[in-house]
């Protein structure tokens, strides 16, 4: 079965500092990957996705990923935080072998937390 | 264009009862999903609907139940509660539409359900 792991449970950075959160991946045939943001007493907002292509995938609010499938990685970035970043990030696999009915699989979350 | 709507917000019961969340799609979408999200956890899937049918399941008891509507809104149904089934419980919504590779999914604020 798929998993997902995020290696950071917190990130703490000042504002304007770049950011990285780690996601990795349990091995699959072909997988699509996601990164949802998370605000506080809000659901699930979609920040990007990686279905098939360019392994550098471009979202919302100036975040990408970058997909390495011989690391079996994904992990999210921006080149500078602001304040409203601040918020839960989840690393989600959909496991195109589930019969594209678009189960997905979330890792337990990394909460980034922006300083002044 | 109304997104994804949960009811109630809040609920809190006591071990035993039984409780029933509401869900009502993004409009034009037909197909609903339930997650289930521990406190400091990521979300995890119940189960699929799609044309009034479940079918797909995660990993969870018979005493989770659900039903979808002709007009697509679906309901969550929990019995014989126990204190593990506190949780938010969110649904997302997405169009299950021939040839897309991926459907994608819209999540609802959730509903915060407390078990005491």
């Known amino acids: 079965a798929q998993s997902v792991t995020q290696l950071d449970s917190q990130v703490p950075v000042f504002e304007e500092a770049p950011v990285e959160l780690r996601c990795n991946y349990s091995?699959?045939?072909?997988?699509?990957l996601f990164w949802y943001v998370q605000y506080p007493n809000q659901g699930l907002q979609l920040l990007l996705k990686?279905?098939?292509?360019?392994?550098l995938v471009k979202g919302i609010n100036g975040f990408e990923a970058e997909f390495n499938k011989s690391q079996t990685s994904f992990h999210l970035r921006k080149p500078s935080v602001h304040i409203s970043d601040t918020a839960e990030y989840f690393c989600?696999?959909?496991?195109?072998?589930?019969?594209?009915?678009?189960?997905?699989?979330f890792g337990a979350g990394t909460r980034l937390a922006v300083h002044p | 264009d109304a997104g994804v709507t949960q009811s109630p917000t809040h609920l809190i019961k006591t071990r035993g009862q039984q409780v029933t969340l509401r869900c009502s799609p993004k409009?034009?979408?037909?197909?609903v999903s339930w997650y289930q999200q521990a406190l400091g956890q990521g979300p995890q899937f119940i189960f699929q609907?799609?044309?009034?049918?479940?079918?797909q399941r995660g990993n969870f008891p018979d005493r989770f139940s659900g039903h979808q509507f002709p007009n697509y809104s679906s309901e969550l149904n929990v019995n014989a509660l126990l204190l593990g089934d506190s949780a938010l419980y969110l649904c997302?919504?997405?169009?299950?539409?021939?040839?897309?590779?991926?459907?994608?999914?819209?999540f609802g604020p959730g509903t915060r359900l407390t078990v005491l």
């Open positions: 997302a919504s997405s169009l299950e539409a021939s040839g897309a590779i991926y459907n994608e999914q819209f």
């Open positions: 091995s699959s045939v072909s997988v699509y």
């Open positions: 990686y279905l098939s292509g360019s392994t």
């Open positions: 989600a696999v959909s496991d195109k072998a589930s019969g594209g009915y678009n189960k997905l699989i």
């Open positions: 409009s034009g979408h037909d197909t």
């Open positions: 609907y799609y044309e009034e049918e479940e079918r």
